[in-house]
């Protein structure tokens, strides 16, 4: 059984219908039992950080993510909430992954955020080879560095992680679940983790 993460973020609806499609039994949950006992862990999100990091705590559930043996995939503001610090309010985050958040800076005109569709080159990766170059769908103002826990690049500004991995946890910057075929292979890659 999968456990998707309930907390105030905005794309678990999206996740449990990418998880449906691919007739995976998943529960949305905040209980710290279910969330323990879980065969694999997805930590979604879309929001503001300082905010999320604050209702992870109130919930208990920033220790509960940091002590996890499982597979956890974070998504988005997910994988950003696994660093140590974000620039976003200035937010000490959970510290799985010892590295810093940070806002994109333009520096020729460049929206931020970053939205749209952009290709993965995929570095040491567990993410199924056959999406590397193929596009995925992104929506974010803060981004992570390339760093030796980058498992696919993608280039916006400047390089930065579009996925990472250390130990049991994994992260992707862009949605997955918003990424069509090439989305639902990756989420395929991490279920298939042992």
């Not at 279910?34 to 503001?48: L, N, S, T």
């Not at 140590?84 to 959970?94: F, L, M, V």
């Not at 993410?127 to 690049?153: G, L, M, Q």
Request: proline share 5%; with cysteine; charged share 20%.
């Amino acid at each position: 059984m999968i456990s998707v993460i309930k907390y105030n973020a905005g794309n678990i609806r999206s996740v449990a219908f990418a998880l449906e499609r691919l007739n995976v039994p998943f529960s949305i949950t905040d209980d710290l039992e279910e969330i323990r006992k879980a065969d694999k862990v997805i930590f979604p999100g879309v929001g503001e950080a300082n905010t999320t990091m604050r209702y992870l705590k109130d919930k208990k559930l920033d220790v509960l993510i940091k002590d996890l043996k499982q597979p956890v995939l974070g998504i988005c503001l997910g994988m950003q909430l696994l660093c140590s610090h974000s620039e976003e309010n200035d937010t000490t985050c959970i510290g799985i992954f010892n590295d810093r958040v940070k806002r994109f800076q333009p520096t020729h005109n460049e929206k931020v955020p970053h939205m749209g569709w952009n290709s993965l080159t995929l570095t040491q990766s567990w993410i199924d080879a056959s999406v590397a170059e193929k596009f995925v769908y992104f929506v974010h103002s803060y981004y992570v560095p390339v760093n030796p826990h980058t498992s696919a690049i993608t280039e916006y500004i400047e390089p930065f992680s579009a996925a990472m991995q250390k130990d049991n946890f994994y992260a992707v910057q862009f949605h997955p679940e918003k990424s069509a075929a090439v989305g639902e292979k990756i989420i395929q890659s991490f279920l298939t983790i042992r």
